[in-house]
């Protein structure tokens, strides 16, 4: 079975930085291109940043570039976000799932919940 745990958002203030990390299980991870996503109140989910099964290749959305780093521990079956610089309209649940433009999974995690606010 398909699992997804989601950590390490927060409230943090314009300008700073969160680390999230997604713990996955039920599939080889090392085998899997993997995602962040995010959704914002009232609007609909959208991916973040990507990157393939070797940990190459990594890919954002343009208005995370230069400010988000996407990682992966395939040891540990765990996929990172490094957000620097964040902004109010960071604001969102994260959730990670695998694959490249389309989820693989229907599966979700509880998400992690991230707040840009001074």
């Known amino acids: 079975q398909v699992h997804f745990v989601e950590s390490g958002g927060g409230l943090v203030q314009p300008g700073g930085s969160l680390r999230l990390s997604c713990q996955a299980s039920?599939?080889?991870?090392?085998?899997?291109?993997m995602s962040w996503y995010r959704q914002a109140p009232g609007k609909e989910r959208e991916l973040v940043a990507r990157?393939?099964?070797?940990?190459?290749?990594?890919n954002y959305v343009d208005s995370v570039k230069g400010r988000f780093t996407i990682s992966r521990n395939n040891a540990k079956n765990t996929v990172y976000l490094q957000m620097n610089s964040l902004k109010p309209e960071d604001t969102a649940v994260y959730y990670c799932?695998?694959?490249?433009?389309?989820?693989?999974?229907?599966?979700w995690g509880q998400g992690t919940q991230v707040t840009v606010s001074s």
């Open positions: 990157i393939r099964s070797d940990g190459s290749s990594p």
């Open positions: 039920g599939f080889i991870f090392s085998s899997y291109y």
């Open positions: 799932n695998a694959g490249w433009a389309t989820p693989n999974f229907p599966t």
